[in-house]
């Protein structure tokens, strides 16, 4: 029995990452839950799985649960509560699902407790992919991704030599704004941009996929996933989301990973690995696929994937700027008070304005971090 501590449960992932426990009853439980504040919310999967400990991010919130459950789980809050429930006694396995930088202290500490990680959260391997790897490695704790291309790699290079792989090749949908011209993206909405044609994610990773960050961000995890240069992950446009990603190996073959668009799939595989266990999806039905088309990204539409490369390969700080830049600049979008447009100039004018650290230490990258999201501030005021 693997018992879970999850956090951001009442999120896009944390939801499914529930509907995979209630599956697998016999083989996950749940013991910690965090979240950021949605009580009536955290209080029903509080009366569901009872677990031993619930956090939520405000005070006032978490005081508003305590009352509500009445002894049932003991309730934490802000970021030591967070913490709190990444560290569990109980846990063994941690699953980071929470959105954005939030996440990286939380997660470390779960990794110096010895817990095993199911991660879903971009943003930690992004800005802290040096520190969080070599304490993977120095706490010998397993890490499993979640997302499905990472998933989909894992599962393609299961058996095989990293010395024999040529190219990881990630899939990209190409998001809600595919074939868009950027007179046409100047006029965009948060509502327009949330419409993904094939996964249904939160609203931040559907902002990222409308501006192809998310792709970036992958790339960036998959260079410390597996421990691949940049110049070895290349991205392909896959509008279908049936191959999920792909290894090229040196004598030419390409291995691929196929399955229907559901996070849940991933998920379990994470979560109960090495175990395939049966789910209650519906299969992949190949007569049923009229097409699988391949093709190039438009990287000059939609410049946020290469300012990933560039940010990845120049390394240090520079992933930790790119990435708390483009924190602020969807949520301003999401608020619509910026354009679609401006998330990719907020992103350019932060990274632009960095003077990269090369071996920073977690302080200095929170602090880089800190510095660009003000840096991105300042557009509201400035416009540029």
Not at 183 to 207: C, N, Q, R, Y
Request: aromatic content about 6%; glycine content about 6%.
């Amino acid at each position: 029995m693997k018992a879970l501590s999850i956090l951001g449960s009442t999120g896009s992932i944390g939801k499914q990452v529930l509907d995979v426990c209630r599956w697998n009853k016999n083989k996950l439980s749940v013991v910690g839950l965090a979240s950021y504040n949605e009580v009536e919310d955290m209080l029903i999967q509080i009366k569901e799985f009872k677990p031993r400990m619930a956090c939520l991010a405000i005070e006032e919130n978490a005081e508003e649960l305590k009352e509500k459950v009445n002894g049932m789980t003991e309730i934490v809050s802000g970021a030591k509560g967070l913490e709190e429930v990444a560290c569990i006694e109980e846990a063994n396995t941690v699953v980071s699902s929470v959105v954005g930088s939030v996440g990286i202290q939380a997660t470390i500490k779960a990794i110096k407790s010895r817990k095993n990680l199911a991660i879903a959260n971009k943003e930690t391997l992004v800005a802290a992919g040096s520190i969080v790897m070599n304490e993977i490695k120095k706490n010998k704790v397993k890490l499993m991704p979640i997302d499905s291309e990472h998933s989909a790699l894992f599962q393609c290079l299961t058996g095989e030599k990293l010395s024999d792989v040529k190219k990881l090749i990630l899939t990209c949908s190409g998001g809600s704004f595919k074939g868009w011209k950027r007179a046409e993206l100047a006029k965009v909405k948060a509502s327009d941009a949330l419409k993904h044609p094939t996964w249904s994610m939160g609203a931040k990773i559907t902002i990222d996929s409308a501006t192809l960050m998310n792709k970036g961000l992958e790339v960036i995890e998959a260079h410390w996933l597996y421990n691949m240069p940049y110049d070895k992950i290349m991205t392909v446009l896959h509008p279908q989301s049936i191959v999920h990603s792909m290894v090229e190996f040196i004598d030419g073959s390409v291995m691929a990973q196929l399955a229907v668009h559901d996070m849940r799939l991933p998920i379990q595989y994470a979560l109960t690995y090495p175990e395939r266990l049966p789910t209650r999806l519906e299969s992949l039905d190949l007569t049923k696929v009229k097409n699988l088309e391949f093709g190039k990204i438009d990287s000059e539409t939609f410049p946020c994937l290469s300012y990933a490369y560039e940010a990845g390969a120049k390394g240090g700080t520079m992933p930790a700027v790119m990435n708390a830049a483009n924190e602020i600049a969807v949520a301003l979008f999401l608020k619509n008070q910026i354009g679609f447009l401006d998330i990719e100039r907020i992103v350019r004018n932060a990274m632009d304005a960095h003077k990269i650290i090369k071996r920073p230490s977690l302080e200095e990258i929170f602090e880089a971090d800190s510095r660009a999201r003000k840096k991105a501030e300042e557009f509201l005021v400035k416009g540029k």
